[in-house]
């Protein structure tokens, strides 16, 4: 018919694969199931921690009925010469309340006057035991004496001890001597602004590791059912009639991975919100919630789309050669399986991040993505080692999707027979 | 029908080479229709009418030669001017009709809001608008059918391929879709149509194309073949018995045959003699002919003079 302008094949055929996809109910079903586990997972975490935190509170309310005032711990000093522990006897959470001697101490902790007792022996200053006296029978360690209070101990015997010995301003050291923070210094001296283990940039690039794992199930299998379909339903000649085998198959591409993206963006969002109101009702630390940098987006971005591409191409190949959905699947396992050699291998990538295992997965093409997300969640992968592994996982997946189209002439229109491998070449080589 | 504004025939197809493996499935085929003909494109089983017929519309590369539609290679735009009903066919089961119509219609070029109308004015006309609503998967083969002329024909297409487009139906929709047919090639509407049944040629085909072993064998006007492969024999009906018709000058032999004879000439005989023999001797003539053969008689003459048979498709492809 003329008269018409031509429209774009390919935006036609991946339109229509976009529509048939996402309107299929068991895309539906998939798509909604993450975001309904998310929901009720969230749901079910909000009634825990709702009814948990009741409980401490009720536990909490009850303990400061039952005491009224900070808890009272009585010690009993039989140091030998001066008194060792006569003074800094209120300490945060508790006050020493010093004994006359043993059975006085007994007394009182029987009569519940005091929460515990410690008596500090003769032998104190060579051996550096303390003595906690219990009741007996009192229903064990957390019975009714409670809390350890070795903390509140610990500062009450450094406070006595040593206190008065060191200059005003260092006390606080005697309690907590360091804090360990490790920083990192680059070889070319230049200020690392980013030095550290950076939490929220390893969960990013975890997630867009798992993410493209799901990827290959779910888009790229698509790819390849949705071929297998038509020519099992005996569509693909009618359509070749109308449109390049090309423009077809590339049509298939954007249609049907932009269906699994939109999928996978679905899921994503549905766990980053999870994520965000579970942080509310736990109080993660903000730094854990930031968003990633553009640098880090483009790179996964980048492992995404060509890791899809890749993937996609060796499916829509098999897709091409075999004859049957059943058949297609079998076959299929050839590709899939290499992408989860990563993660089968996590102990070695984990460990040995930067050893020649995790390199050379970093450059072979099907554990190229995972790997590569793996390493970058570890900090383990250069900017070069990056830019190097993005580009070979380019240039591969452009070579599968140059095979599939010349295995997608060659067989979309052969049922019943599975071309041999030298038939494959042969086609391959001709075109 | 909007006026044609072709620069040359809807196909020409010259010197078609396709070889699969080690065969030569299709070997220096021209073919050329004209605007508003119908050519029927007859062959055994493995000759080489599909996958030629592919070659045709760039599904397949030739090997070697040239197909221009419409008097340039073929290209997109070409494309969409071809409706194209293939041997091996079929649609998504599990889409309803007017999905499926209208992905069809925006493939050949046909605006999507204009697409509905289209898909609509060709359910009409081949009876199919209560099935409208309906998931191909609910429809009966022969309905399949004709959902797929549908969809071939909807766009009003040039330049017409139907591949075995009756087999399945039931004699009621065999003659919609023949008259369908009929109507498009009087609207000027080139078809090539490939089929077995050589009734189907005789009725619906101004010429047929035989292909065997990937070579064409016969090409020419219907009426024209079978007059080419008439016989020496006549057939002959008297209102009077014929005890001497072996006495007629110029007669071999004579058989009953029906209601009537079947004479072999002699060397000598003629069809002109043995009528002017007849009219002088006063006998009461009903029916005289030159017995001519049916198009299946041809082809099984001439496939069987090849091997007999025919030989199956080579190749793991379909159809032929």
Redesign the interface.
């Known amino acids: 018919m003329r008269g018409r302008e031509p429209v774009g094949s390919v935006r036609i055929v991946t339109r229509h694969e976009f529509r048939t996809a996402v309107t299929r109910p068991s895309y539906l079903i998939l798509t909604a199931a993450v975001p309904v586990l998310v929901a009720l997972a969230v749901a079910g975490f909000a009634i825990f921690t709702l009814v948990t935190r009741e409980d401490a509170e009720a536990e909490t309310a009850s303990s400061a009925e039952s005491n009224a005032q900070t808890p009272r711990l009585g010690y009993v000093d039989l140091t030998n010469g001066p008194a060792l522990f006569g003074a800094h006897q209120e300490q945060p959470g508790a006050v020493f309340v010093p004994m006359s001697d043993r059975e006085a101490g007994i007394a009182a902790l029987m009569d519940e006057q005091i929460d515990a007792l410690f008596v500090f022996p003769p032998d104190f200053a060579e051996t550096g035991t303390v003595v906690r006296v219990r009741i007996a029978d009192d229903g064990g360690v957390f019975g009714p004496d409670g809390p350890s209070y070795s903390g509140t101990l610990r500062g009450f015997v450094l406070s006595n001890l040593f206190a008065d010995e060191v200059p005003a301003g260092l006390a606080e050291r005697l309690q907590v001597p360091f804090t360990l923070v490790v920083e990192e210094a680059r070889p070319d001296g230049a200020e690392d602004e980013s030095a550290g283990f950076d939490i929220g940039r390893a969960a990013f690039f975890a997630v867009a590791g798992i993410s493209l794992l799901f990827s290959v199930f779910f888009s790229s299998g698509y790819v390849l059912n949705a071929l297998v379909e038509e020519k099992e339903n005996r569509v693909m000649e009618v359509l070749l009639s109308s449109v390049k085998p090309d423009a077809l198959l590339l049509g298939k591409f954007l249609g049907l991975g932009a269906a699994g993206l939109l999928q996978m963006a679905a899921w994503l969002a549905s766990v980053g919100v999870g994520v965000l109101v579970v942080g509310r009702i736990v109080d993660i630390p903000a730094d854990f919630l930031t968003m990633p940098g553009v640098g880090d987006i483009a790179i996964a971005a980048g492992y995404f789309l060509f890791g899809y591409a890749l993937f996609a191409s060796l499916m829509a190949a098999v897709g091409a050669i075999t004859t049957s959905l059943r058949e297609a699947n079998q076959i299929s396992a050839i590709v899939i399986v290499p992408a989860f050699i990563p993660v089968w291998l996590n102990f070695i990538l984990f460990t040995e991040p930067e050893g020649t295992v995790a390199r050379v997965l970093t450059f072979i093409p099907v554990t190229a993505p995972v790997t590569g997300l793996i390493r970058l969640a570890i900090d383990a992968m250069g900017p070069l080692e990056t830019v190097a592994a993005l580009l070979v996982l380019a240039a591969s997946a452009s070579g599968a999707l140059w095979l599939a189209m010349r295995l997608f002439r060659a067989y979309l229109l052969m049922y019943g027979k599975r071309p041999t491998l030298k038939d494959m070449a042969r086609s391959i080589a001709s075109g | 029908m ?1 006026t044609l ?1 072709t620069s040359g025939p809807p196909v020409r197809a010259t010197g078609l080479w396709k070889r699969f ?1 080690a065969l030569d499935v299709v070997r220096d085929v021209s073919l050329e229709i004209a605007q508003g003909e119908v050519v029927g494109f007859v062959g055994p089983n493995g000759a080489g009418k599909s996958t030629t017929i ?1 070659m045709m ?3 397949f590369s030739p090997d070697r030669g040239t197909v221009e539609v419409f008097g340039a290679p073929i290209d ?2 070409a ?4 409706g ?3 041997e ?8 309803r009709i007017p ?1 499926i119509l209208k ?2 219609a ?6 999507s809001h204009d697409a509905p109308e289209l898909a609509d004015a060709a359910l009409e006309r081949l009876g199919l608008t209560e099935h409208r609503p309906k998931k191909v998967g609910e429809l009966s083969r022969g309905l399949r059918q004709l959902l ?1 002329f549908a ?1 071939t024909i909807q ?4 330049f017409l ?1 139907l591949d075995e487009p009756f087999s399945g139906l039931d004699p009621v929709n065999v003659r919609l879709m023949k008259n369908t047919v009929a109507d498009l090639r009087n609207d000027g509407v080139a078809v090539l149509f490939s089929t077995h049944q050589m009734t189907d040629v005789e009725e619906l085909c101004d010429r047929v194309v035989m292909i065997n072993h990937g070579e064409i064998v016969l090409n020419g006007g219907v009426r024209e073949i079978r007059r080419q492969h008439a016989s020496d024999r006549l057939l002959l009906e008297c209102a009077s018995d014929m005890p001497y018709a072996l006495c007629l000058p110029g007669v071999a032999a004579a058989e009953m045959h029906g209601d009537g004879w079947r004479l072999s000439l002699t060397d000598e005989g003629s069809a002109e003699g043995v009528l002017r023999a007849l009219l002088d001797a006063g006998i009461p003539i009903e029916r005289f002919e030159r017995e001519a053969p049916s198009l299946e008689e041809i082809f099984l003459r001439i496939v069987g003079s090849s091997d007999g048979n025919g030989t199956p498709d080579a190749g ?3 159809g032929g």
């Open positions: 909007a504004t493996g592919r519309l760039d599904i997109d735009a494309r969409r001017r071809i194209y009903l293939p091996e066919r079929g649609l998504y089961p599990g889409l999905p992905y069809m925006e493939l050949k070029g046909v605006p797929q969809a766009h009003k297409p040039d391929v793991t492809r379909a």
